[in-house]
């Protein structure tokens, strides 16, 4: 080794099946962080502590129980976040109003209050919806 970095740009660093592991990892990596875990996990022992206080239920299955709620919940996820990225991407391609009238109002709450003929300080008025 000469202490020169030579890359050799044309040889592949991963196999194309470490790659697509890779790939993979990352990113279940980055959707597991969108997930609040510490919160998932007060919600299951908050639903421990209730289904516990119920007449009827043994002891032994309380944790059981609580576990497979939170699992059907869980399950459920999966096809909600894909109506709700769904409708996401309509908006972004579609104009909406909602957003335009937003961007607007920020951008005149960025510009300063308006000052009036008589020199005071006052805010842009809302448009009526």
Not at 84 to 110: G, K, P, T
């Amino acid at each position: 080794m000469t202490g020169q970095l030579s890359p050799n740009l044309s040889t592949p660093l991963l196999t194309p099946t470490q790659a697509a592991v890779l790939l993979d990892q990352v990113i279940y990596e980055q959707v597991l962080s969108c997930v609040d875990l510490d919160e998932l996990y007060r919600v299951g022992h908050s639903l421990t502590a209730m289904i516990d206080e119920l007449d009827g239920v043994p002891e032994d299955r309380v944790g059981d129980l609580a576990r497979s709620i939170l699992d059907r919940a869980i399950l459920r996820l999966p096809d909600d976040l894909r109506g709700y990225l769904r409708v996401s991407e309509f908006a972004a391609r579609d104009a909406c109003f909602l957003c335009e009238e937003e961007a607007r109002q920020r951008h005149a709450d960025e510009s300063g209050p308006a000052v009036t003929a008589a020199g005071s300080h006052r805010r842009s008025k809302r448009p009526i919806s």
